[in-house]
């Protein structure tokens, strides 16, 4: 059986070196070449306004090599809107700035001024003796009912209009590409 096999082989290095079946090359190592920038520049922002969701939030990020700059904001749910400005670079690392605004600015109250009140003299009371009365044993009585008094005057809401679609602008920018939406 081996004979039967070294027979085969030599077969067929005799037809691949007469030319009859086409040798392979082989493999050549194929490296991809990534592009490097040395210096990395880009320019980013976005900016959503959507008068039906009340959302809002805005950020503009930089980059000039390792240094990145950027600030960020959005309305929180407690009534203030948080502006974020931020720094990264190879040196100091992540740094970030955080502070809030109130969205509606506080209205100071009027002082309040209070007139004296007039003094007026009454003239004496004199109390006359109460007359006596003798009730009857407490009996059962109909049930008690609640006379309202007017109807309470409510004022119709508004109607609801549907605002507009949300206004959202993006904007993306480097030396190669500039993106505007």
Do not use: W
């Not at 969701?53 to 980059?63: F, L, P």
């Not at 007026?120 to 009730?135: F, I, K, T, Y």
């Not at 407490?138 to 209009?161: D, E, H, Q, R, S």
């Amino acid at each position: 059986m081996a004979f039967k096999f070294t027979i085969l082989f030599a077969a067929c290095i005799a037809v691949a070196s007469a030319g009859v079946v086409p040798v392979a090359a082989p493999f050549a190592a194929v490296a991809q070449v990534e592009e490097y920038d040395p210096h990395p520049q880009y320019t980013y922002g976005y900016d959503v306004k959507d008068a039906l969701s009340g959302d809002s939030k805005t950020q503009v990020e930089t980059r000039d090599g390792d240094l990145v700059q950027g600030q960020y904001s959005l309305n929180d749910a407690d009534g203030y809107r948080r502006i974020v400005d931020y720094t990264a670079d190879s040196i100091n690392g992540f740094n970030a700035v955080v502070r809030r605004e109130p969205l509606v600015a506080a209205v100071a109250a009027a002082p309040v001024v209070a007139a004296p009140a007039p003094v007026v003299r009454a003239a004496p009371v004199v109390a006359a003796p109460a007359p006596v009365v003798h009730a009857a044993p407490f009996a059962a009585a109909a049930p008690f009912a609640y006379a309202a008094g007017p109807a309470p005057i409510v004022k119709a809401a508004a109607p609801l209009v549907a605002a507009g679609p949300a206004f959202v602008k993006t904007q993306f920018a480097s030396p190669l590409i500039s993106y505007a939406y």
